[in-house]
T-cell receptor, first 114, second 113 residues
Framework: GGIITQTPKFLIGQEGQKLTLKCQQN?????MYWYRQDSGKGLRLIYY???????QKGDLSEGYDASREKKSSFSLTVTSAQKNEMAVFLC?????????????FGPGTRLTVL | GDSVTQMQGQVTLSEDDFLFINCTYS??????LFWYVQYPGEGPQLLLK?????NKGISRGFEATYDKGTTSFHLQKASVQESDSAVYYC????????????FGTGTSLLVDP
């Protein structure tokens, strides 16, 4: 087994601020993902990284940057926080098997912008 | 592009009731369909995977199948328990071996004891 750790659990920022969310996994998985979860909506993919040196944009990448520092860690930066970005950000990892592979999720970072 | 429609936003049942959640999907590819479940305070976790139409996926008392003719897939359980209270997502995987899952909007199940 393994675990995905997301830090911080709660993040409060000011409008226009640059904010960074971090994710660590010890599954030894190749592929990692960042999703945004808004109330009443499904999960939407922001960025994913197939392997350690890869970075791919998802459907919601505008306003975000991502960085895969090493195999076990994947960071997401909100480049300029906006009031309508109050949401939960979920990190996930999987083996390198495309979307057929089971994704394992962390507990999330809840972002509030004042 | 791919899409998933999950109409039931909230379902309230009593213990031992029958659960049925339905989704419809649209894709140009041969689909693989999942159900993920999210308990309060946790991230989603895989509940079931169905790779072939009309074949059942079974896990933890839940069953899932999909119907290519009606492009629908559903999740059912004969007798729900309070511990099944959670949000259930139907999820479509692209048949082109891509990495982007398409999530439904989720069904929040509340089971009264």
């Amino acid at each position: 087994g393994g675990i995905i750790t997301q830090t911080p659990k709660f993040l409060i920022g000011q409008e226009g601020q640059k904010l960074t969310l971090k994710c660590q996994q010890n599954f030894n998985h190749d592929t990692m993902y960042w999703y945004r979860q808004d109330s009443g909506k499904g999960l939407r993919l922001i960025y994913y990284s197939i392997t350690e040196n890869d970075l791919q944009k998802g459907d919601l990448s505008e306003g975000y940057d991502a960085s895969r520092e090493k195999k076990s860690s994947f960071s997401l930066t909100v480049t300029s926080a906006q009031k309508n970005e109050m949401a939960v950000f979920l990190c996930a990892s999987s083996i390198r098997g495309g979307a057929y592979a089971e994704q394992f999720f962390g507990p999330g970072t809840r972002l509030t912008v004042l | 592009g791919d899409s998933v429609t999950q109409m039931q936003g909230q379902v309230t049942l009593s213990e031992d009731d029958f659960l049925f959640i339905n989704c419809t999907y649209s894709t140009t590819w041969y689909p693989t369909l999942f159900w993920y479940v999210q308990y309060p305070g946790e991230g989603p976790q895989l509940l079931l995977k169905v790779t072939t139409a009309n074949n059942k996926g079974i896990s933890r008392g839940f069953e899932a199948t999909y119907d290519k003719g009606t492009t629908s897939f559903h999740l059912q359980k004969a007798s729900v328990q309070e511990s099944d209270s959670a949000v259930y997502y139907c999820v479509l995987a692209p048949g082109n071996m891509g990495y982007k899952l398409t999530f439904g909007t989720g069904t929040s199940l509340l089971v009264d004891p």
